[in-house]
Nanobody, 128 residues
Framework: QVQLTESGGGSVQPGGSLRLSCSGS????????LGWFRQTPGGEREAIAA????????RYADSVKGRFTISRDNDKNTLYLQMDRLLPGDTAVYYC?????????????????????RGQGTQVTVSS
C-alpha cells in the first residue's frame, strides 16, 4: 500500500515561511507527477506544485509561483514544499499527493483535483 505522510504545518504571520515535508513509500512513486495540493474550508482542491517524475521538471500554480519551491531528497525519500512570503490566502490544508487528476486530465493545475495516493493533510494558517 502506497503511503504518504505530511508534516511541518502550523501557524505563521504574513510574510513568514514554512517548510512542509512528505515522507513514505509514495515519495518514490513512479507515476506521472508528485507534488502538493491544498484545500480551504468549503473550497476546491487546488494543485499548487508538481514534480514531473519522468522529466524532473517542476510546475507551480500562478497563485504560488515565485514564493513556493518543491524539491525532493531521494536519499531521505522525502518531498518538500518550501513556502516563503506567505499570505493569508495561503491558509489551507496541504496535501502531498501523486498523480492527481481532474476528469480525464492527469496532474492538472485546474479544477477540483483528486488523488488516490495522498497523505492525510497538514494545516497551514497564515494570520496576524
Amino acid at each position: 500500500q502506497v503511503q504518504l505522510t505530511e508534516s511541518g504545518g502550523g501557524s505563521v504571520q504574513p510574510g513568514g515561511s514554512l517548510r512542509l515535508s512528505c515522507s513514505g513509500s509514495g515519495v518514490s512513486y513512479t507515476g506521472n507527477c508528485l507534488g502538493w495540493f491544498r484545500q480551504t474550508p468549503g473550497g476546491e482542491r487546488e494543485a499548487i506544485a508538481a514534480l514531473y517524475i519522468g522529466s524532473g521538471g517542476r510546475r507551480y500554480a500562478d497563485s504560488v509561483k515565485g514564493r513556493f519551491t518543491i524539491s525532493r531528497d531521494n536519499d531521505k525519500n522525502t518531498l518538500y514544499l518550501q513556502m516563503d512570503r506567505l499570505l493569508p490566502g495561503d491558509t489551507a490544508v496541504y496535501y502531498c499527493a501523486a498523480d492527481w487528476y481532474y476528469r480525464a486530465t492527469m496532474c492538472p493545475f485546474h479544477g477540483d483535483v483528486e488523488s488516490r495516493v495522498r497523505g492525510q493533510g497538514t494545516q497551514v494558517t497564515v494570520s496576524s
